[in-house]
């Protein structure tokens, strides 16, 4: 029997041990570097909001509104670009600015306008190299809704920001550190290619091995301590 477990816990440990590892490095890596460093939050420029009541505001763009298509799902108030704007939702998703004061449609936006959204948005060391409207195969770095605009920086840690043309949102912040931690989460979940299912057979089946190797290794242990010669 002592064997047995001998073996088990041998065999486990060659099948499993390079994960194992795995688990633990991008765990340490993880936990050591804080998540709001990874979001890139520390390079967000810091503006205090306007108080729209001081804007001059006309109203609710009801005109504007009856030209999109499908079902106005959400509608808010909001300072974009150095004006009052609408922005407005379809069917759940970014679709539009409206100005507040002419009514007219903003979005999508040019790469000018984008370009100032971002460029105010970043606080960090670099200025902006390269913009790119992205509508079909984005990287793998960026996995929302297109099309998106891809503004590149030249600071020491490789920035890129992703501007909605719809909203005027800034929707995503990478970086090298955050390129490190995607890698490393993916290796941590087993989903190298979406890194978005922490439920699949991989992850579930190799932590199944390693629930052996854990078990066979504490039997293994009793041995020792009841059985000093082994």
């Known amino acids: 029997m002592r064997r047995i477990w001998f073996q088990l816990h041998k065999w486990t440990g ?4 390079l994960q194992v590892l795995a688990w633990i490095g991008s765990g ?10 990874v979001r890139g939050e520390h390079n967000i420029r810091k503006v205090e909001a306007p108080d729209l009541r001081d804007s001059d505001v006309k109203g609710y763009p009801a005109q504007a509104l009856k030209a999109l298509p499908g079902k106005v799902s959400r509608v808010e108030l909001v300072h974009v670009d150095g004006r009052s704007v609408w922005r407005v939702d379809v069917d759940g998703k970014p679709a539009a600015m409206v100005d507040d004061r002419s009514g007219e449609v903003l979005s999508p936006l040019s790469e000018v306008a984008a370009t100032r959204i971002a460029a105010a948005d970043f606080a960090g060391m670099g200025k902006i190299v390269s913009a790119t409207l992205l509508e079909s ?3 793998i ?10 503004f590149s920086f030249d600071d020491p840690d490789s920035t890129n920001l992703y501007v909605s043309p719809l909203s005027g949102k800034v929707v995503a912040r990478r ?3 955050w390129r490190v931690y995607d890698f490393l989460w993916s290796l941590h979940i087993m989903d ?4 978005t299912d922490f439920n699949n057979w991989l992850v579930v089946m190799s932590a199944a091995v390693a629930l052996i190797l854990t078990i066979s290794g504490m039997v293994i242990l009793v041995y020792r301590f009841l059985v000093p010669r082994l």
């Open 14 to 17: 060659l099948i499993i041990g």
């Open 28 to 37: 340490l890596y993880m936990t050591f570097v804080p998540i709001e460093t």
């Open 137 to 139: 195969n984005p990287p």
């Open 141 to 150: 770095e960026y996995r929302g809704d297109l099309p998106v605009w891809q």
């Open 175 to 177: 970086s090298s550190t």
């Open 192 to 195: 190298y290619r979406d890194r």
